[in-house]
């Protein structure tokens, strides 16, 4: 039933295939920059942000990846490319083998159907003057899918026992829920078109350990089920291992380290992952008392000023000349994962 | 000698078409100089509510303060007029609020918003209120601190919004800081920098902090103290090390399974708490943990438990407590 037995079966991702089967998602030379612009009002572009410079990926069907790294490193612009919320800057999003940017109206129409987000903020995510009945139908209503609200309200109701809530609660209003059971909701309309593909951009982030992990469970349940592709951004790396088949790390718009998740969290070779792995808390004070902190010295470069070389030389403990000078390229290391770094020896080989 | 913060059977109830809610009933506790506390528990179970009181910032109505007093210092918050607390806010208490877009005006620079405050609080020139401004951003890690004060709220990612508020409330160097849920949008290594910041300052300047976090690593790992609340209420409290080795609350124990956790093998399945959270218009006669708790008997479902103590600071609010530690599976 749970999503890591059969994430076990798999044969060691491959970095670019996902696991093993063929990709339902990728990203080939992913670039998003945004304009700054300089003046008061109307000022010209002075610089830009590299949110996204360069990122390859792919996601395997019913395959759940995690992406994690540093604030602001361009997790959720990636995510936001991937809705179609936000265009390229230069190279291509392909899902089911097209490239989105190349969709007509009605292509891309039926793109939103299959490809459904949810979002960190159950709060001002949904719209306050409409009742769980109303948000859970409306992507029916507008794709015509169920243009009956006897039905689209039947339809409602069956998602939200999906979701693990009552049906009784079709007619309250999102201020009459807890946080819990709004992001319920939000997950319930997000699965209304039955999707393929869902972006959770810190969807549990908000929510108190107990709900966590009731969503948690659903999700992996609903995969199970419903064969659903997950990219699962989040800052919280304990929910993110459990969750992910397997997991990639950003650095201020970059990827760093793509492996599977056993292997990333055992045996992490990229100094940023090092570093990240490190700073998690443990909840157990005893653990907490005993364990190094490496906390990353220095500050996160900016975006719009992004250091040459690899970009996190400038916090990076081992790197040297050759790091300030040049791109380290997202190398396959073996056993399935890639790493961008010039000192990241072999992997070691698994026990 | 009294603690810095000593918060005594506060009550705080909100008129709402379907009833009245009582958000926070009867919640004591104390906050030390020079320490950390933290508040964890359900959501909606009143922690940002019983933070918010603190500087009197529930709005009223719906709000009602319903009984309790906030001593600072000995002088009690919840008596002051509001040109008396807004002498406290910001300047003694700082406050990071749980989310950071609706605690930034959208509408003003960055800039503009934490040179104002340190020129109100500190009465700084505007040349050394922005010198500050820099010196406070790139202490919690914002790189480019002249550059990003010339931008707008929108313009930042979610975590770095958040470390802004940190960076304001670290301004006016308070001697109580009030954090709801400050690292929540950050990732792990600003996290940790922010935390071990704010540690620091408690140490070094015996600057109190009162912490609200989902987050039970982080409570483990700063944390001097604990505060556990379900439905309005403080289930369990104690010292950090000794709640987590014997937690005395089967709410606490089924928050502990339900995490995740970095240093256990990977692929047992989450266990959390069963059944919903507690409906705060239909709250039960007894224990509000009853209807989830397996430990529950008779008496459980007649009067809520009192706060008990257990011996080293620790205190539980649960009939059953001798049969949770004597091992009994909750
Ligand atoms: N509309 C925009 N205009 C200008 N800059 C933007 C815009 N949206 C995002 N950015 C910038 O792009 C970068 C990446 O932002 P993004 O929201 O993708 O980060 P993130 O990895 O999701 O961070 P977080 O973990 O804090 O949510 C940041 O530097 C951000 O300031
Ligand atoms: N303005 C209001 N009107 C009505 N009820 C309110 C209002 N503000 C808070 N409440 C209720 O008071 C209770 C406590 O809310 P509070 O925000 O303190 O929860 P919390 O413990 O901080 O939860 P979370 O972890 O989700 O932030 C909740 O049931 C909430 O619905
Ligand atoms: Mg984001
Ligand atoms: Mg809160």
Same mark, same amino acid.
């Given at each position: 039933m749970s999503g890591r037995a059969q994430a076990g079966q798999a044969p060691a991702g491959q970095v670019q295939a996902g696991r093993g089967g063929e990709a339902l998602v990728e990203l080939r030379q992913l670039r998003k920059y945004f304009p700054v612009r300089g003046g008061?009002?109307?000022?010209?572009?002075?610089?830009?942000?590299?949110?996204?410079?360069?990122?390859?990926?792919?996601?395997?069907? =019913?395959?759940?990846?995690?992406?994690?790294?540093?604030?602001?490193?361009?997790?959720?612009?990636?995510?936001?490319?991937?809705?179609?919320?936000?265009?390229? =800057?230069?190279?291509?999003?392909?899902?089911?083998?097209?490239?989105?940017?190349?969709?007509?109206?009605?292509?891309?129409?039926?793109?939103?159907?299959?490809?459904?987000?949810?979002?960190?903020?159950p709060y001002s995510s949904l719209n306050p003057r409409m009742t769980v009945a109303e948000i859970v139908g409306e992507p029916l209503l507008v794709h015509g899918v169920e243009p009956g609200a006897a039905g689209r309200r039947r339809r409602a109701g069956q998602l939200l026992e999906l979701c693990g809530l009552s049906a009784r609660l079709i007619d309250r209003y999102p201020h009459e829920m807890s946080g819990g059971q709004r992001q319920r909701v939000g997950i319930a309309r997000a699965l209304a078109l039955r999707p393929d593909f869902v972006v959770c951009d810190e969807a549990v982030s908000a929510l108190d350990v107990s709900i966590q992990a009731q969503i948690v469970r659903l999700?992996?349940?609903?995969?199970?089920?419903?064969?659903?592709?997950?990219?699962?951004?989040?800052?919280?790396?304990?929910?993110?291992?459990?969750?992910?088949?397997?997991?990639?790390?950003?650095?201020?718009?970059?990827?760093?380290?793509?492996a599977d998740t056993d292997s990333l969290f055992d045996d992490p070779r990229h100094p940023y992952t090092q570093a990240l792995l490190s700073a998690v808390p443990v909840p157990d004070p005893e653990v907490e008392r005993h364990r190094p902190r490496r906390i990353v010295e220095g500050e996160i470069p900016s975006p719009m000023n992004p250091p040459p070389g690899c970009v996190f030389h400038t916090r990076c403990p081992l790197a040297d000349e050759v790091c300030r000078r040049q791109v380290p390229a997202l190398e396959p290391l073996g056993a399935g994962r890639a790493v961008a770094c010039f000192k990241a020896g072999p992997a070691a080989v698994p026990a | 000698m009294a603690a810095l913060l000593e918060i005594r059977d506060l009550g705080v109830e909100f008129r709402t078409p379907a009833g009245v809610v009582k958000a926070v009933n009867g919640v004591s506790f104390d906050v030390g100089r020079g320490e950390v506390v933290a508040l964890v528990g359900e959501s909606g179970s009143g922690k940002s509510v019983t933070a918010l009181s603190v500087l009197q910032l529930i709005a009223q109505p719906p709000g009602r303060i319903a009984g309790g007093r906030v001593l600072f210092e000995g002088c009690d918050l919840l008596a002051l007029d509001e040109a008396a607390i807004r002498h406290v806010r910001g300047r003694r208490i700082a406050m990071v609020f749980q989310e950071p877009m609706t605690s930034l005006n959208p509408v003003l620079s960055i800039g503009r918003q934490m040179t104002e405050a340190l020129r109100l609080h500190l009465g700084l020139s505007a040349a050394a209120a922005r010198q500050r401004a820099v010196a406070l951003l790139d202490q919690v890690g914002i790189a480019?601190?002249?550059?990003?004060?010339?931008?707008?709220?929108?313009?930042?990612?979610?975590?770095?919004?958040?470390?802004?508020?940190?960076?304001?409330?670290?301004? $006016?160097?308070?001697?109580?800081?009030?954090?709801?849920e400050p690292?929540?949008?950050?990732?792990?290594?600003?996290?940790?920098?922010?935390?071990?910041?704010?540690?620091?300052?408690?140490?070094?300047?015996?600057?109190?902090?009162?912490?609200?976090?989902?987050?039970?690593g982080i409570v483990a790992r700063y944390a001097d103290r604990v505060n556990v609340m379900y439905a309005g209420r403080i289930v369990e409290s104690g010292p950090a090390?000794?709640?987590?080795?014997?937690?005395?609350? %089967?709410?606490?124990?089924?928050?502990?399974?339900?995490?995740?956790?970095?240093?256990?093998?990977?692929?047992?399945?989450?266990?959390?708490?069963?059944?919903?959270?507690?409906?705060?218009?239909?709250?039960?006669?007894? $224990?509000?943990?009853?209807?989830? $708790?397996?430990?529950?008997?008779? %008496? $459980?479902?007649?009067? %809520?438990?009192?706060?008990?103590?257990?011996?080293?600071?620790?205190?539980?609010?649960?009939?059953e407590v001798e049969r949770l530690l004597a091992g009994v599976p909750a």
């Open positions: 008061i009002l109307f000022g010209r572009t002075v610089s830009q942000v590299k949110a996204v410079d360069g990122v390859s990926l792919s996601i395997g069907r =019913s395959e759940t990846l995690g992406l994690v790294g540093e604030s602001g490193c361009g997790k959720s612009t990636i995510g936001r490319c991937l809705l179609k919320l936000e265009a390229p =800057s230069a190279g291509q999003v392909i899902f089911d083998g097209q490239d989105i940017a190349g969709l007509d109206r009605s292509a891309t129409k039926a793109l939103r159907r299959r490809v459904q987000a949810v979002f960190q903020d999700l992996e349940d609903l995969r199970a089920e419903l064969g659903l592709t997950y990219l699962f951004i989040g800052h919280d790396l304990s929910v993110v291992r459990h969750i992910s088949h397997r997991v990639a790390v950003m650095y201020l718009g970059h990827l760093v380290e793509v | 480019e601190p002249q550059r990003r004060l010339r931008q707008y709220p929108h313009q930042l990612s979610g975590g770095m919004r958040q470390r802004v508020m940190i960076a304001m409330a670290l301004s $006016c160097e308070p001697e109580l800081i009030i954090a709801d690292t929540t949008a950050l990732d792990v290594t600003i996290q940790a920098q922010i935390l071990e910041i704010m540690q620091d300052l408690c140490r070094r300047l015996g600057v109190a902090l009162l912490i609200i976090t989902h987050n039970l090390a000794a709640l987590y080795r014997r937690p005395a609350h %089967p709410y606490t124990v089924g928050l502990l399974n339900s995490v995740p956790r970095l240093d256990r093998p990977r692929g047992r399945p989450l266990e959390p708490i069963p059944g919903s959270p507690p409906d705060l218009h239909l709250l039960p006669a007894g $224990c509000a943990f009853a209807p989830r $708790c397996s430990l529950a008997e008779a %008496p $459980c479902r007649i009067a %809520p438990p009192p706060l008990r103590a257990l011996g080293d600071g620790q205190a539980s609010a649960c009939f």
